[in-house]
């Protein structure tokens, strides 16, 4: 059974004992996604910070968005109420790219992965959904015992599996991956032998497992599959893609182009 799974706007009052997140953001305005939340957001809807909640500190490696520690995010889940079995709901306005950020992590360390909003937030308000501003009163649970971050690599991880063979795709949209612009990082162009997958493309497409099976065609079939971005979310997009066509085991190169540019 698949750890990616998306639910339509008509279906979340379905899942009882349910927390729900409001995963919107901004790289160009960090503070813009707890702006758009306070001024309307899905009932019973919690904020999670994609650089407050779902990254830790920035060093001199590990990229912009480096993962935060395993006790730090079980902690910020259980002030949520959400434990290792909790039924989460996630959503943002961007093509699930930072929902997907939650749903990685949360798989990778081990709690039930929570569904995605097909469609996001958008989705929501086109079909007249409920809106309200009013904060909810979050319930804590007990934080479970962490472990670690399952599934993903740093530079030398990702070095040992190119050494393997593995299939190393960047998520970054084209002219990024073919090192003609870079807006955010100090270094342009793409990992050497990567392939481009854009995380856009994915997100534009529908929710149907065929459609999205359709998508990856032959890179379904390779032994080993890693995937970057510029800083390790967006391509979490594609991950939750490949969950969703049968391959659960593809592996995040958690500091993605950012890290790897600190290295050379």
Not at 243 to 249: E, V
Request: aromatic share 10%.
């Amino acid at each position: 059974m698949t750890t990616a799974k998306l639910i339509n706007s008509d279906n979340i009052e379905s899942i009882t004992n349910c927390v729900i997140f409001d995963c919107r953001f901004s790289l160009a305005d960090p503070d813009q996604g707890r702006v758009d939340y306070l001024a309307g957001h899905i009932p019973r809807a919690q904020y999670i910070d994609l650089g407050k909640d779902l990254s830790g500190p920035i060093a001199r490696h590990g990229g912009r968005h480096p993962l935060p520690s395993p006790a730090d995010f079980a902690a910020t889940l259980a002030s949520y109420g959400v434990g290792p079995q909790t039924n989460v709901i996630a959503y943002d306005d961007h093509g699930l790219a930072y929902a997907a950020r939650l749903w990685w992590m949360m798989r990778s360390l081990g709690f039930k992965p929570p569904w995605l909003l097909n469609g996001g937030y958008r989705a929501w308000i086109a079909g007249e959904g409920q809106v309200e501003t009013a904060i909810p009163v979050a319930e804590p649970c007990s934080a479970c015992e962490s472990s670690t971050f399952d599934g993903w690599c740093d530079i030398e991880g990702l070095r040992m599996l190119q050494g393997e063979g593995a299939l190393v795709i960047d998520s970054r949209e084209e002219r990024r991956y073919q090192g003609l612009e870079e807006p955010i990082d100090p270094i342009a162009g793409h990992i050497p032998g990567a392939i481009n997958c854009p995380w856009l493309n994915v997100a534009a497409l529908s929710g149907d497992v065929d459609t999205q099976r359709a998508n990856w065609g032959d890179i379904l079939e390779a032994d080993k599959i890693v995937v970057y971005c510029g800083s390790g979310v967006t391509a979490c997009v594609n991950l939750f893609s490949l969950a969703m066509s049968g391959r659960d085991d593809a592996v995040l190169y958690a500091g993605s182009w950012s890290d790897w540019c600190s290295h050379l």
